[in-house]
DNA sequence: CAGACGCGTTTGCATTTGCAAGCACCGTGA
DNA sequence: TCACGGTGCTTGCAAATGCAAACGCGTCTG
């Protein structure tokens, strides 16, 4: 009987990759497990879909393989695997030093700039699932910089840097 | 009442960073919870770092913050030696679907937000060494805004939906 | 004043992660 | 035949996650 572990797919998935990947590396079980820092049987029952690993075990796995924990993500389902829409919104949403708030203004800034420019808007995100949220999203340039606060003050939300030199 | 000290460099507070962007978002504790699927009290103890969230936990509260769960790995220490970023700037410049004006808009604004967020320059991603673009006007955001002239038009369609409902 | 509703927090407990120890199996060699 | 080293798998058990219930606090309403 193949059990085709159908008792935890979400986990199965994930655990079928990783074992892949392992063969791919032409390593043991308890090579990876080394490496990664894991126990092997702990190890033995992520990779049989016994176990859900955390993200802290998934990543040391990731490093434990040299593969991306992206892709682990992705495999266990933590992280949609959207399309690759430009490489400005892409680079947006990896830009670590903005604010989830900021991002989005500047995403809204762009995405009006290409409407005005007529571009096809790319892949579409998941910004357009507007919720039951209480706060609606305003749009328009200068209705998504006012909810940043700092639009008509020359320091509304910024601070009166002077400039140097 | 964020704390202005510093939250972007803070790798292993996971905590902060999702009460900031919760209170970001101007939603409750048990608003965010029940929106990501949560219980009040532990997504109270994740905030106050009493407790370590699972990656799938992580991923309910991105969703239920409307952030991205990568924003959300990155905070948690997760991702981040992937290979993460294209800069920011490097794509606004090579990206062809913009106008020159609408550039120099954008850039200004990252760099409002940057400044705002006491971020220096791009040296977060080493092969980026591309801060070419010097000093940006020092005029106001919404100054940049006006001069290409689209303060509220761009998109048409979209009200602009009185907040404070 | 009592009652209801909101907030964030604390407490106790079921469930789970993740590991140390041990199991069964296979190939090699004396 | 045993002993040695290798593979992966199963078994208890400490520690942690994650939640339901309840708490204290402030505010609004009668």
Redesign the interface.
């Known amino acids: 009987m193949q059990t085709k572990a159908m008792e935890l797919p979400k986990v199965g998935s994930i655990g079928e990759y990783i074992r892949d990947q392992r063969k791919q590396a032409k390593i043991s079980l308890r090579q990876l497990a080394t490496q990664a820092g894991v126990s092997n049987p702990y190890l033995s029952q992520i990779e049989r879909g016994l176990r859900?690993p955390?993200?802290?075990i998934?990543?040391q796995i990731a490093?434990g393989l040299r593969i991306?924990?992206?892709a682990l993500?992705v495999q266990?389902g933590?992280?949609?695997d959207r399309e690759p829409d430009?490489?400005?919104l892409?680079?947006?949403?990896?830009?670590?030093?903005?604010?989830?708030?900021?991002?989005q203004?500047?995403i809204d800034?762009?995405?009006?700039?290409?409407?005005?420019?007529h571009?096809e808007a790319p892949a579409e995100t998941?910004r357009t699932s507007q919720?039951a949220?209480?706060?609606?999203e305003?749009?328009?340039?200068?209705?998504v910089?006012a909810?940043e606060g700092?639009?008509?003050?020359?320091?509304?939300?910024?601070?009166p840097?002077p400039?140097e030199g």
Chains 1, 2 share one sequence.
Do not use: C, H
């Open positions: 859900k955390s993200a802290e998934l990543n490093k991306s924990s992206q993500y266990a933590l992280i949609e430009s490489d400005v892409a680079a947006m949403r990896a830009d670590r030093t903005l604010t989830e708030r900021q991002r203004v500047l800034i762009y995405e009006s700039f290409r409407k005005e420019n571009v998941e919720n949220w209480s706060e609606p305003p749009q328009g340039v200068d209705a910089l909810e700092l639009t008509s003050s020359p320091n509304g939300g910024i601070k840097e400039k």
